[in-house]
C-alpha cells in the first residue's frame, strides 16, 4: 500500500524531529495542573523501576555467590 492509499496518516510525524514537535505541540496544550501530574507520575515510575533494578541486581549477584 502506497502512502497516498494511507488514509489519516500524519507522515511528517513519523521522523524523529516531527515526532519531537508533535511532543512539544501536545505539551503545551496541557494544563498547569497537568502538568504537575504528569511529572508526579513520571517520578514514581521511575522509582518503581529503579527498585525493580535494584531487585534484579540482587537476584542476580546472589545466584553467583
Known amino acids: 500500500m502506497s502512502r497516498a492509499e494511507q488514509p489519516g ?3 511528517e510525524l513519523t521522523t524523529h ?3 519531537r514537535r508533535e511532543q ?3 505539551a503545551r496544550k496541557l494544563t498547569l495542573r497537568e502538568r ?3 511529572v508526579e ?3 514514581e515510575l ?3 523501576l529503579r527498585r525493580a533494578r ?7 549477584k546472589g ?3
Do not use: P
Not at 535494584?54 to 542476580?60: L, P, V
Open 9 to 11: 496518516v500524519r507522515w
Open 63 to 65: 545466584r553467583t555467590e
Open 54 to 60: 535494584e531487585r534484579k541486581t540482587s537476584n542476580s
Open 17 to 19: 524531529e516531527g515526532n
Open 36 to 38: 504537575l501530574q504528569a
Open 24 to 26: 512539544l505541540r501536545r
Open 46 to 48: 521511575s522509582e518503581r
Open 41 to 43: 507520575e513520571m517520578a
